[in-house]
């Protein structure tokens, strides 16, 4: 008994495998440096997931914010994270620096 139970749940794990491997996403890079972002726009499909790897290639630490996504990262210099998304609905979402409020805007434009 103990040994079907076991090639039961072997069987699972097989079959679940792709299930839970991680699916290859498009991936924007970021740079943050004092209060400038390169590129200030980012363009990604709607209804897709996508990945936004961001670097602080500054002296100071940066904040990546978008209120509307509800996303934050904070990054100390030399530091670098990402932000993942989920399926966006198209529109163009604002993100900032919150560490630097008087640097320019960047923008989100899901299409």
Same mark, same amino acid.
């Given at each position: 008994?103990?040994?079907?139970?076991?090639?039961?749940?072997?069987?699972?794990?097989?079959?679940?495998?792709?299930?839970?491997?991680?699916?290859?996403?498009?991936?924007?890079?970021?740079?943050?440096?004092?209060?400038?972002?390169?590129?200030? /726009?980012?363009?990604?499909?709607?209804? /897709?997931?996508? /990945?936004?790897?961001?670097?602080?290639?500054?002296k100071?630490?940066?904040?990546?914010?978008?209120?509307?996504?509800?996303?934050?990262?904070?990054?100390?210099?030399?530091?670098?994270?990402?932000v993942?998304?989920?399926?966006?609905?198209?529109?163009?979402?604002?993100?900032?620096?919150?560490?630097h409020?008087?640097?320019?805007?960047?923008?989100?434009?899901?299409?």
């Amino acid at each position: 008994m103990r040994a079907l139970s076991l090639r039961l749940v072997l069987i699972f794990f097989c079959l679940a495998a792709p299930a839970f491997a991680e699916v290859d996403i498009p991936v924007f890079k970021l740079d943050m440096k004092d209060g400038v972002m390169t590129p200030l /726009k980012i363009e990604a499909a709607a209804g /897709k997931p996508f /990945k936004i790897e961001i670097t602080n290639s500054g002296k100071s630490p940066v904040e990546f914010e978008s209120i509307e996504l509800r996303k934050e990262k904070v990054l100390a210099p030399g530091q670098a994270g990402s932000v993942v998304f989920r399926k966006l609905s198209p529109g163009t979402y604002v993100f900032i620096d919150e560490f630097h409020p008087d640097a320019p805007k960047g923008t989100l434009e899901v299409k």
